[in-house]
């Protein structure tokens, strides 16, 4: 099975363990790391992802994932919550938090410069436009940063629907 398609269905098997606990999914990654395959689940929820969430959601999951099979390799499975500095990785993620604080990091440089930090004041067509402290805006695709993450987030300061 594809490394996406194995993303696709572990994702399809996850969503309805996580709405039934309360909780959403960020973000699902199937990784290789030297020998050993892992299974990253990134769950959230609006008043902030706790230790026991991790544990029910690992629980639940890790029974399903056993019934149903669908990687054949073996894996470590990994539950987690997407953290303060949270990666962007979604366009959906990009669309919520418009309006965030956001470290950029790019893949080449612009103009001698690789790491940005400002408002992420806009996003469409996979292109992501960032204030930066000094008024200036930098716009880039998406597929040419390395990472996107929020700065210092605060759910409480941040009143948007996961």
Not at 2 to 7: C, F, G, I
Not at 19 to 33: A, N, P, Q, S
Not at 99 to 107: F, L, S, Y
Request: charged share 30%; glycine share 4%; with cysteine.
């Amino acid at each position: 099975m594809a490394k996406q398609n194995t993303v696709v269905r572990v994702e399809e098997i996850a969503t309805p363990i996580a709405k039934e606990l309360g909780l959403t999914i960020w973000d699902v990654r199937f990784v290789k790391e030297g020998t050993d395959w892992y299974l990253r689940v990134f769950i959230d929820k609006e008043q902030g992802v706790s230790i026991d969430d991790c544990v029910d959601f690992s629980r639940a999951l890790s029974k399903a994932l056993d019934d149903s099979d669908p990687i054949p390799q073996s894996y470590m499975l990994e539950v987690a919550s997407p953290g303060v500095e949270r990666e962007l990785v979604r366009d959906s993620h990009f669309e919520q938090f418009v309006g965030a604080e956001v470290i950029m990091r790019t893949i080449r440089p612009i103009d001698g410069v690789r790491d940005f930090n400002g408002v992420m004041t806009h996003y469409a067509d996979k292109k992501i436009t960032v204030r930066l402290q000094d008024g200036s805006c930098v716009t880039v695709d998406k597929k040419d940063t390395s990472f996107v993450k929020l700065d210092d987030f605060d759910i409480n300061d941040f009143n948007k629907e996961f």
